[in-house]
C-alpha cells in the first residue's frame, strides 16, 4: 500500500477543538482550543477560530496539541543496524565502531541509516533531530548524510565527527573546509555544529577543533561524563582554554563531579541526556537528578537505534522513572519517605521540547506553541485505542500513556509530513531495499560467524580500554587505575 501524497502543500491549516499544551513560559494548557497555521508559523490559537478559504482542516477533539519533539543527539548513521547492539555494554559499542567495524561503513551506508533514522523520527513526532554523525570518515561520507537529511521532509541539524581520527586533523583538512562551505548554507531547515569528544589528555590534542568551531562560529557538542571514556580532566581543559560556552552541548553528563557541574552552569551550557542509554550502557546513572541541582539547562535524547527506541516517548518515561528512582533510594538509605515527586511529568515534556530549542539557540522560534512560532507541530489522537481516553492528565498521558502510534498529525515548518498516523509521500519500500543493500554489505564485510557473534560479543581484555580514541594514548586514572 502506497504512502499518502502531499496534496495540502502551501495551505493554512487549522488543528480543530484539541487540548493544546502551550509550553510557553506560562505553560498553559488550553482546552477546545485550534491551532492555525498560515506558510511557516503558527497564526493564531484560540477556540473555534476564523480561518481563510482553502484551510486544511484536521480534527483534534480529543486529540493533544503539542511543540515538536527535539532530539539532540542522535547518531542517525547507526539506524540501519536496528536492534543488533541490544545487548552490547558501552565497551562492546565501543569496540565495535570505534576500533573494528566502523571503519567499513561507505557513504552509502551511512545515507541508508540516515534516511531510515530521519523518517523514524518524524514518524514518532520528533520535528527536530541533531544527527550526531561521527561516522564521517570522508566528506564524501558527510555528503551523503546530507542528502539523506535533505531527503526528508524534517528539521534537523548535522553534528559532524569522525571516531576513526583525530579531531585536530579532520577539522584542519582543505576538504572539510570545503564541505562546510559547499553544504552548510544555514539554511532553516539544516543546522550545523562540530561533534568531538575532550579524552582529558593534558596535552589538550583536541584544542585545534575547537578553534576551528570557534573561528567557524558554530557549537561544539561533546560526549561528557562518559565512564571509561570522558570525565572531569577534559571538562577541566575545556574550562581553562575558555572553550565552555552557552551553545556547548554535553551529552550524557553522568560521570562527573561537583567540579564538572559547577563549570557547565557556569558557562551556561546545557545537558543531553540520553537515560535509556545511560541506565543500560554504563555511561553512568541518568543524571538528571545532579543537573537539577546545579541548575543545568536539560534536553532530551535517543542515541542511537542500534540499542533502543527511536522515539521521546521513551526518552521521556525513561527519564521521569530513572530520577525519581534516585530521589527514592537516597530517602530510603536514610530511612526516609519521599511524599511528594521532585520531577513532574510536565517538566519533562518541557525538556523534550523547549529544552531542546533552547538548546539548539532556537528557543525564540521552536519548542512551544506560540503565535508567530515556527509551526513545527504535532498531533497525538488515536481514536481506535483504548489507551486514548480519558484524557485527563494532558502531560501525564504524553509522559506514561502515549507512543509514537499515536502521532496522528506532524507538521515541519507548516507542512504537513505525517497525517493520520502515516508519513506522507514516504516510499518506505524503497528505504527498506536501500537499507537491506547496507546490511547486506556489513555482513559481508564480517563474514557470518562474526556477523552473529557482533549481536552478543566477548571482548577481549586487550580492548577493555578506559580510552576508545586512537588518536592519543592517554588514560585516566579514575576508571581503571592508570
Do not use: C
Not at 557513504?107 to 544527527?131: K, Q, S
Not at 578553534?211 to 570525565?231: D, F, I, K, S, Y
Request: aromatic fraction near 8%.
Amino acid at each position: 500500500m502506497t504512502q499518502p501524497t502531499d496534496d495540502t502543500s502551501g495551505r493554512p491549516v487549522v488543528l480543530r477543538g484539541g487540548t493544546v499544551l502551550t509550553l510557553d513560559a506560562t505553560r498553559q494548557v488550553l482546552t477546545g482550543h485550534d491551532v492555525l497555521i498560515v506558510g511557516d508559523k503558527i497564526a493564531a490559537i484560540g477556540p473555534a477560530l476564523e480561518v481563510p478559504e482553502g484551510t486544511v482542516e484536521i480534527d483534534a477533539t480529543g486529540g493533544i496539541v503539542m511543540p515538536g519533539m527535539i532530539d539532540t543527539h542522535r547518531h542517525l548513521w547507526q539506524t540501519a543496524m536496528r536492534g543488533y547492539g541490544a545487548d552490547w555494554t558501552l565497551t562492546q559499542y565501543f569496540v565495535w565502531y570505534y576500533l573494528e567495524w566502523g571503519k567499513v561503513f561507505r557513504p552509502e551506508d551511512i545515507y541508508a541509516g540516515n534516511l531510515l533514522g530521519a523518517l523514524e523520527a518524524l514518524d514518532a513526532g520528533v520535528t527536530t533531530t541533531v544527527d550526531w554523525s561521527h561516522g564521517l570518515q570522508t566528506t564524501q561520507h558527510a555528503d551523503a548524510a546530507v542528502d539523506a537529511l535533505q531527503a526528508v521532509p524534517g528539521r534537523f541539524a548535522l553534528a559532524y565527527g569522525n571516531i576513526q581520527d583525530s579531531p585536530a586533523t579532520w577539522t584542519g583538512t582543505p576538504e572539510f573546509r570545503d564541505f562546510v562551505s559547499r553544504r552548510m548554507t544555514g539554511g532553516d531547515l539544516l543546522g550545523f555544529q562540530i561533534a568531538f569528544d575532550v579524552t582529558g589528555d593534558p596535552a589538550f590534542p583536541e584544542k585545534p577543533a575547537f578553534e576551528v568551531a570557534r573561528e567557524l562560529g558554530v557549537p561544539v557538542t561533546t560526549h561528557a561524563g562518559v565512564w571509561g571514556a570522558t570525565g572531569d580532566d577534559g571538562i577541566k581543559l575545556m574550562h581553562d582554554n575558555g572553550f565552555m560556552t552557552p551553545e556547548t552541548i554535553y551529552v550524557h553528563s553522568a560521570s562527573l563531579s561537583a567540579d564538572s557541574y559547577h563549570r557547565i552552569a557556569a558557562t551556561g551550557g546545557s545537558a543531553s541526556v540520553s537515560t535509556e542509554s545511560e541506565q543500560s550502557a554504563g555511561q553512568g546513572y541518568p543524571p538528571t537528578w545532579a543537573l537539577r541541582t546545579y541548575g543545568i539547562p536539560v534536553s532530551l535524547s535517543m542515541d542511537t537505534s542500534v540499542w533502543w527506541s527511536g522515539d521521546l516517548f521513551s526518552a521521556m518515561r525513561a527519564t521521569l522513572g530513572a530520577d525519581r528512582s534516585r530521589e527514592h533510594l537516597e530517602a530510603h538509605a536514610k530511612g526516609e519517605t519521599v511524599t511528594h515527586a521532585s520531577l513532574r511529568a510536565e517538566q519533562v515534556v518541557e525538556w523534550a521540547t523547549r529544552g531542546g530549542a533552547k538548546a539548539l539557540g532556537r528557543e525564540s522560534e521552536l519548542g512551544s506553541i506560540e503565535i508567530g512560532k515556527k509551526a513545527d507541530v504535532v498531533l497525538l489522537k488515536n481514536d481506535h485505542s483504548p489507551v486514548s481516553f480519558p484524557l485527563l492528565n494532558p502531560y501525564g498521558h504524553v509522559v506514561f500513556q502515549a507512543q509514537r502510534g499515536d502521532v496522528h498529525t506532524v507538521l515541519v515548518n507548516g507542512r504537513i509530513v505525517k497525517r493520520d498516523g502515516r508519513l506522507v509521500g514516504a516510499d518506505l519500500a524503497a528505504v527498506r531495499r536501500t537499507v537491506e543493500q547496507t546490511v547486506d554489505h556489513l555482513r559481508g564485510q564480517l563474514g557470518e560467524t562474526a556477523w552473529q557473534q557482533g549481536m552478543n560479543p566477548e571482548v577481549p581484555e586487550t580492548k577493555v580500554l578506559d580510552n576508545p580514541y586512537t588518536y592519543t594514548d592517554y588514560q585516566s586514572g579514575r576508571t581503571h587505575g592508570h
